[in-house]
């Protein structure tokens, strides 16, 4: 059986940074793309970045240059280090692997 686990998230003050992990048992990420979404209070779950299975990365405009995704295959460990946090980061949020999600990891920035 699949599973996803996120970690990482937790209240942090507006300018600080967080990094987040997504670890997967059952099946490694190698081969496939690896994505981190958000979900805010009241509002859709969006797409925040992509480490493709070639290793290709691609970011919403909002998180550019704030936030970098970065794998570790061996390691079964998807990272998602994010800098400059502001309150509209605000989020549950979540890692997926082809039809697996994991159960989210709240990351709360104050200002």
């Known amino acids: 059986q699949v599973q996803l686990l996120e970690s990482g998230g937790g209240l942090v003050q507006a300018g600080a940074s967080l990094r987040l992990s997504c670890s997967a048992s059952?099946?490694?990420?190698?081969?496939?793309?690896v994505t981190w979404y958000r979900r805010a209070p009241g509002k859709e779950r969006e797409f925040v970045a992509v480490?493709?299975?070639?290793?290709?990365?691609y970011y919403t405009n909002s998180v550019k240059g704030r936030f970098t995704i970065s794998r570790d295959d061996a390691q079964e460990t998807v990272y998602l280090e994010m800098t400059s946090l502001n309150p509209e980061d605000t989020a549950m949020y979540y890692c997926?692997?082809?039809?697996?999600w994991g159960p989210g990891t709240q990351v709360t920035v104050s200002s």
């Open positions: 997926n692997m082809d039809q697996y």
């Open positions: 059952g099946r490694t990420f190698s081969g496939y793309p």
């Open positions: 480490s493709t299975k070639s290793g290709q990365t």
